[in-house]
T-cell receptor, first 110, second 114 residues
Framework: GQQLNQSPQSMFIQEGEDVSMNCTSS?????WLWYKQDPGEGPVLLIA?????ELTSNGRLTAQFGITRKDSFLNISASIPSDVGIYFC??????????FGAGTRLTVKP | DAGVTQSPTHLIKTRGQQVTLRCSPK?????VSWYQQALGQGPQFIFQ???????QRGNFPDRFSGHQFPNYSSELNVNALWLGDSALYLC?????????????FGSGTRLTVV
């Protein structure tokens, strides 16, 4: 089963609002990643983090790698309708496979 | 530059049957990973192939097997299908030793077992 706990499971927000979601793990990872998946498509990488404490931005997206290496969060500022989708966190240790969270489903109301 | 190509996009199989899914990696990539994504869940790692060998394997039974060809393309085979095998099967390619940010996912194959 999933090793990562991702919350919240779903969010319904108004266009223009900020969004925050997070992911915790019982395992230590040396890489945290955030993906977005649109219906009928595979996940697309948004942000990659590979150092504890690292804070990285990609446009309106900001993500942080937790100090304990067991957690990460993703913030989206000033949401727009095209932000709708499912957001997944994923952790990776060394060259091992990625472990994914169960996802956060984001709905943005115009 | 083509990304990851998976075929078929959809298929329906009967319990007990066997299925083969195919993946062509992104140009320049030599490693292929397969994931199973059940409805409402995140992708679950099945296995990874590099140099035509299975390099890592997740917690999946032996009914799930794979192959990688000299041109780096890959197949996922599932024998004795169960209803619970119904899912989206995703292929991700990367360069050897690539970290998670080096993975490119295909659009997946939607398998329905009836």
């Amino acid at each position: 089963g999933q090793q990562l706990n991702q919350s919240p499971q779903s969010m319904f927000i108004q266009e223009g609002e900020d969004v925050s979601m997070n992911c915790t793990s019982s395992s230590i990872f040396n890489t945290w990643l955030w993906y977005k998946q649109d219906p009928g498509e595979g996940p697309v990488l948004l942000i990659a983090l590979y150092k504890a404490g690292e804070l990285t931005s990609n446009g309106r997206l900001t993500a942080q790698f937790g100090i304990t290496r067991k957690d990460s969060f993703l913030n989206i500022s000033a949401s727009i309708p095209s932000d709708v989708g499912i957001y997944f966190c994923a952790g990776q240790e060394g060259g091992n496979d990625m472990r994914f969270g169960a996802g956060t489903r984001l709905t943005v109301k115009p | 530059d083509a990304g990851v190509t998976q075929s078929p996009t959809h298929l329906i199989k009967t319990r007990g049957q066997q299925v083969t899914l195919r993946c062509s990696p992104k140009s320049g990539h030599d490693t292929v990973s397969w994931y199973q994504q059940a409805l409402g869940q995140g992708p679950q790692f099945i296995f990874q192939y590099y140099e035509e060998e299975e390099r890592q394997r997740g917690n999946f039974p032996d009914r799930f097997s794979g192959h990688q060809f000299p041109n780096y393309s890959s197949e996922l085979n599932v024998n004795a299908l169960w209803l619970g095998d119904s899912a989206l099967y995703l292929c991700a390619s990367s360069y050897v030793g690539g970290r998670g940010y080096g993975y490119t996912f295909g659009s997946g194959t939607r398998l329905t077992v009836v």
